[in-house]
């Protein structure tokens, strides 16, 4: 089974590369561009296992490690 | 007093705290890769700076894998005394040992220069032979040393004594949204916490290299003195 975990700050959490990229963006005149918040998709594939256990599996590493609850939030998408 | 010093791949701070430890205070000190279990029976365990793994993922977030780091948890739950400095204060919260996360500077550099920081609380073991009021000038060398918790978090801190070191300016006035002294944003100028129990302590600073005087700054009464064994 393969999926997608994709981790992006919680709304209100300070996101400095967002604000860097919009910054960037704005000295090439793209003023329409706001609130840039930048995420990370990991890719993974779970082996042995399916369906719902494979998932379980994939939310407790997220939980152990792809995501830091204090300031971030996570989705799992099956990809395959 | 026995003292190991845990050292990760990327750890990059950790002799100078065997310098600190060993040659200055001639305690015994002993280097604990992270892929050991066992933390040689050492009353205190040092988180060395650096970049562990790297920094990927999130500062800190692989080192608390590493298997020694199950010991260092057994160790602070039974009362034993932690000190993580810059990465190693990271590698605490991410670890769950302190409260918090380090987040990104908001100025988006990485800042290497002196600060000054106010002693805040002397319950911790770190700062119990410290002055509340003391400053404190050493240097940092970080890009996420932005203390960030949740306000209810923060007054916890706050309402226990948890929060030992504030930055500040050289006379001690601490001044959260001046960013000419709360270098890098933190939450309430928190430079430094400290477990409910006061063994566990986390900052961002290095006052591990300041304690001698040919690099200057030795910080008057305050050099050496968190390093020092209780009396």
């Not at chain 2, 929060?163 to 930055?167: D, K, L, N, Q, S």
């Given at each position: 089974m393969k999926y997608q975990v994709l981790v992006r700050l919680k709304p209100g959490v300070l996101d400095v590369q967002g604000k860097a990229v919009e910054n960037g963006l704005k000295d090439k005149q793209f003023d329409a561009i706001k609130n840039v918040r930048v995420g990370r998709?990991?890719?993974?594939?779970?082996?042995?296992?399916?369906?719902?256990?494979?998932?379980?599996?994939?939310?407790?590493?997220c939980k152990l490690l792809l995501a830091n609850p204090v300031i971030e939030q996570y989705e799992i998408k099956e990809v395959a | 007093m026995k003292v190991a010093v845990v050292v990760f791949p990327g750890t990059n701070c950790d002799q100078d705290m065997e310098h600190v430890y060993g040659k200055l205070l001639k305690q015994e000190t002993v280097r604990v890769w992270h892929r050991e279990t066992e933390l040689h029976g050492s009353d205190v365990v040092v988180l060395p700076g650096g970049f562990s793994y790297g920094d990927y993922l999130r500062t800190g977030a692989l080192a608390k894998l590493s298997p020694v780091m199950e010991a260092v948890k057994a160790h602070a739950e039974a009362g034993g005394k932690v000190i993580g400095i810059c990465n190693g204060f990271q590698i605490?919260?991410?670890?769950?040992?302190?409260?918090?996360?380090?987040?990104?500077?908001?100025?988006?550099?990485?800042?290497?220069?002196?600060?000054?920081?106010?002693?805040?609380?002397?319950?911790?073991f770190f700062t119990s032979g410290m002055t509340a009021g003391d400053v404190v000038t050493c240097p940092i060398a970080h890009f996420q040393g932005n203390y960030f918790a949740e306000a209810a978090v923060l007054d916890e801190l706050e309402k226990r004594g948890q929060?030992?070191?504030?930055?500040c300016d050289a006379n001690g006035d601490v001044r959260p949204d001046d960013i000419e002294v709360n270098v890098n944003g933190s939450c309430r100028a928190i430079a430094g916490i400290t477990s409910r129990g006061g063994n566990v302590v986390g900052l961002m600073p290095h006052p591990e290299r300041a304690v001698e005087d040919l690099i200057g700054f030795v910080g008057g009464a305050t050099g050496l003195a968190p390093f020092r064994p209780a009396a």
């Open positions: 998709v990991i890719e993974l594939e779970v082996d042995g296992v399916a369906g719902a256990e494979a998932k379980a599996r994939v939310d407790e590493v | 605490l919260c991410e670890s769950g040992l302190l409260p918090g996360v380090l987040l990104e500077n908001v100025g988006r550099r990485f800042l290497s220069r002196f600060v000054h920081m106010r002693v805040e609380s002397t319950n911790s929060v030992v070191f504030r930055y």
